[in-house]
């Protein structure tokens, strides 16, 4: 294709990246994509977590793919998703970190949502990087197993939050918990630290999610891969 002027060449070019724009302009499609920067998952899945219609989730999916921005695989009846490039979750991030300095309703969502956050202990990705290496600490991931399987931070415990409370057994009373989940607008994490104090245990939330974690590219183990 030849491109007869300057002009036409770059509005030809803007309307190429329009499209990921376009794409994303959707508040689906956002918690679809930060769903997939879990791992991989089939529509009826995404679907589930996103409390969305199926044939909804697919229209999104599609509108995603037509972007480049997710790819599909099919094994027999099922068609199961992925991010296409880790750089399209780095767009989320930073259109995440963006959000939360330039609009004051993103803040005020948060705030008014997770404001029960203020008594919950956290501790950041370089600290927690920090008890590792001292192997003082525990580290638990609450995010539904499936997940976990995908992708964990390395020596990450299972357990997911809705089973936590019936295998409190199976944690230590003599080490700090650190609890982590998708990432900074999962509650997952939340509800883990705050049961497992009631319980008389010392636990803190991890602030970012595994996909921030794996982002930096810091140490992550799939069951996947060990299984292939």
């Given at each position: 294709m030849k491109i007869e002027t300057k002009r036409q060449f770059k509005d030809e070019l803007y309307a190429q990246f329009a499209r990921i724009g376009k794409?994303?302009?959707n508040p689906h499609r956002l918690?679809?994509?930060e769903l997939l920067a879990q791992g991989e998952r089939t529509v009826e899945d995404l679907a589930s977590e996103a409390n969305l219609p199926i044939a909804n989730a697919s229209?999104?999916?599609?509108?995603l793919r037509a972007a480049q921005l997710v790819g599909v695989r099919r094994d027999g009846l099922y068609a199961y998703y992925r991010l296409s490039d880790e750089r399209v979750f780095r767009v989320w991030q930073a259109l995440r970190d963006l959000g939360e300095i330039q609009l004051a309703e993103v803040n005020r969502l948060v705030q008014s949502f997770l404001q029960d956050r203020g008594p919950l202990k956290s501790i950041t990705t370089s600290e927690l990087l920090e008890h590792m290496?001292?192997?003082?600490?525990?580290i638990l991931d609450v995010r539904p197993e499936l997940e976990y399987q995908s992708g964990h931070i390395l020596e990450a415990r299972s357990i997911p939050i809705d089973e936590l409370e019936t295998r409190l057994g199976e944690l230590p009373r003599d080490q700090e918990i650190i609890a982590y989940c998708r990432g900074p607008y999962c509650v997952f994490a939340d509800e883990a630290v705050t049961l497992l104090q009631?319980?008389?245990?010392?636990a803190r939330r991890l602030v970012e999610?595994?996909?921030d974690w794996q982002g930096l590219n810091l140490p992550v183990e799939s069951m996947m891969e060990?299984?292939?």
């Open positions: 794409a994303l302009s918690e679809l994509l229209q999104h999916l599609q509108v290496e001292a192997g003082d600490v525990v009631k319980h008389g245990y010392r999610g595994l996909p060990k299984n292939e």
